[in-house]
């Protein structure tokens, strides 16, 4: 071999080991690009899946969440339902508000105060659960009716009724609502008691006592709070009912002044009342043809 050929032959020697050197990274520099390539899935996918569970979790939060606030809602207006049980609506709004209730003084209220005749007789005829049902039977019918005549329940106290009209929210209609309203409570015991004796049952009967005037009403305490009012008028309410006749509805001269025109009563005079001397009373037996 000539020496040109073999320079030449060195040259293309040199040339292919420079090649294969070449060809040797390039395929270290692809298998390290698969790795990266493999490592970059992986990282992608263990990525994609917490994103993806972090997703989950959020929105099992999200409905625990949603679930815990409507559940939260919930037990709300079973307190707001609870407290208007309770109180008035303006005077529970005052009480959220301000955590406390002013006193307030009405120019003019019209106290129902009613009792019922026959209780102590019909607690011996009946036992104790029987005696209990028949008393939430009344009061439940009472309810009704004052709540249809926009008068506000005080409160019970044993065989007692309470109830007034022309607060906590001041109207002029008043007396005439109470009226009407206690008429139809003694209609209610009335219809009860025609019932009872068609069965060949005892009832009971109600006395039922109005009176309008002045008054100071609130709330006092803290533990059990009740929307309350007080004040001669009150006192004078509770003799008309006490000074009344079972199955009749008692009104005071006050109240009768104020609803003369449009019941029928029928005077009864000066009344004695317990610690409060003589009061002049009507009877209401209805309302007069044309009202």
Not at 72 to 95: C, F, H, M, V
Not at 121 to 133: C, F, H, P, W
Request: charged content about 30%; overall charge negative; aromatic content about 6%.
């Amino acid at each position: 071999m000539s020496e040109e050929m073999q320079i030449q032959a060195q040259k293309l020697e040199k040339q292919m080991k420079v090649f294969r050197q070449k060809l040797e990274r390039s395929e270290n520099n692809r298998a390290i690009l698969e790795d990266v390539k493999d490592a970059n899935q992986r990282l992608l996918k263990k990525v994609n899946s917490e994103v993806e569970e972090a997703r989950a979790t959020i929105e099992r939060q999200n409905e625990e969440l949603i679930t815990l606030y409507a559940e939260l809602g919930i037990e709300k207006q079973k307190s707001e339902d609870l407290l208007l049980n309770i109180l008035p609506t303006k005077i529970a709004d005052e009480l959220k508000a301000t955590g406390r209730v002013e006193a307030v003084y009405f120019e003019s209220v019209t106290v129902i105060f009613t009792d019922i005749v026959g209780f102590t007789q019909m607690s011996k005829l009946l036992d104790e659960k029987r005696l209990v049902e028949s008393l939430d039977d009344c009061f439940c019918a009472f309810d009704e009716i004052i709540k249809k005549h926009g008068l506000e329940k005080i409160k019970t106290i044993g065989d007692s009724y309470m109830c007034a009209g022309g607060l906590p929210e001041v109207n002029t209609t008043h007396p005439f609502d109470a009226v009407m309203a206690a008429l139809e409570i003694q209609e209610a015991v009335a219809e009860r008691k025609r019932k009872k004796a068609v069965a060949g049952e005892f009832y009971w009967d109600i006395r039922l006592g109005i009176h309008t005037g002045p008054v100071t009403a609130g709330v006092v305490g803290k533990n059990k709070f009740a929307y309350d009012i007080w004040g001669t008028t009150v006192n004078t309410a509770s003799r008309m009912e006490s000074s009344g006749a079972a199955g009749r509805v008692n009104i005071s001269g006050a109240t009768y002044e104020l609803v003369k025109d449009r019941f029928i009563t029928e005077p009864r005079g000066k009344v004695q009342a317990k610690n409060m001397g003589e009061i002049e009373m009507y009877f209401v037996n209805g309302l007069k043809p044309g009202h």
